[in-house]
């Protein structure tokens, strides 16, 4: 029986809602994303890039692309890859076409409006599939990784970042305090957004502990599934193949 994903507290992630929030703060994203990870959101994408070994040419699907980073890293870093970015966050799609089109990616990167549990692409038409702080945020995350299960080919790769909480003793507490109380209070103040970033601390500690989203990508027909934890388990880095 596939493992399902349990959340652990109710956050409300109804999909408008989800849209409407990403669309408010898409201005502000990047610059808030860069700053309250000291810069290491880009090293974080890159590592997930460089996980994914892309033979040239290969065939991406991003989802939750947002504002196109992850899907900039990824045409930037493999040779000859394309990437359809997937996001039903207007806004946030259209700061990634600014991006897309400023750094001449074009020809390599497609951007899509929709749904990560309806991805407009055929079946197994993927070599590899990304989604980077993401999967936290989808109402259901088990539909969505059989969605990317179905379009990608057997032996494509996944990678998927998501935050986790540090569990180093002194760390843990530091890290706690920051995302509990300073990381809120920046959001707010630079995205002038009110609940935003206090949502991003409470789908954090609401999303499955690494083993159990391990599991649950397992039950949806990948294998070699492993949760590679990043600065000190702030973030992790899952990597699966397509059976
Ligand atoms: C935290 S942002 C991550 C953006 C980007 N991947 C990055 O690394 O910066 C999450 C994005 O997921 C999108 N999103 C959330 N649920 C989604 C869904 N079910 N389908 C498509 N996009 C979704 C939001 O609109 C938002 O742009």
């Known amino acids: 029986m596939a493992a399902r994903v349990m959340m652990a507290t109710a956050v409300?992630?109804?999909?408008?809602?989800?849209?409407?929030m990403f669309d408010?703060?898409?201005?502000?994203?990047?610059?808030?994303?860069?700053?309250?990870?000291?810069?290491?959101?880009?090293r974080w994408r890159?590592?997930?890039?460089?996980?994914?070994?892309?033979?040239?040419?290969?065939?991406?699907?991003?989802?939750?692309t947002g504002t196109g980073d992850l899907a900039i890293a990824t045409v930037r870093r493999a040779d000859r890859a394309?990437?359809?970015?997937v996001d039903f966050a207007g806004e946030m799609l259209r700061l990634a076409a600014i991006k897309v089109r400023g750094g001449g990616l074009g020809g390599r990167i497609r951007l899509a409006r929709g749904d990560a549990a309806r991805i407009p692409l055929a079946d197994r038409s993927c070599d590899a599939a990304t989604?980077?702080?993401g999967i936290r945020n989808v109402a259901e995350p088990q539909p969505v990784l059989a969605e990317i299960a179905r379009v990608l080919r057997p032996g494509g790769r996944l990678a998927i970042l998501e935050f986790g909480q540090p569990r180093l003793p002194g760390?843990?507490?530091?890290?706690?305090?920051?995302?509990?109380y300073g990381l809120p209070l920046i959001g707010r103040l630079v995205s002038r957004h009110q609940s935003a970033y206090s949502y991003l601390p409470a789908s954090v500690g609401a999303f499955p502990p690494p083993p159990e989203f391990v599991r649950a990508i397992g039950s949806e027909g990948f294998t070699n599934v492993r949760a590679v934890?990043?600065?000190?388990?702030?973030?992790y880095l899952y990597t699966a193949d397509r059976r």
């Open 171 to 180: 760390i843990k507490t530091l890290y706690a305090w920051y995302f509990r």
């Open 12 to 20: 409300d992630k109804t999909p408008s809602r989800i849209a409407g």
């Open 229 to 235: 934890s990043l600065t000190l388990g702030i973030v």
């Open 46 to 64: 890159d590592r997930a890039v460089d996980a994914l070994g892309l033979a040239p040419g290969s065939r991406v699907v991003d989802l939750c």
């Open 82 to 85: 394309s990437v359809v970015g």
């Open 24 to 42: 408010a703060i898409a201005p502000r994203y990047d610059l808030l994303n860069h700053l309250l990870s000291a810069g290491l959101d880009r």
């Open 131 to 133: 989604v980077a702080f």
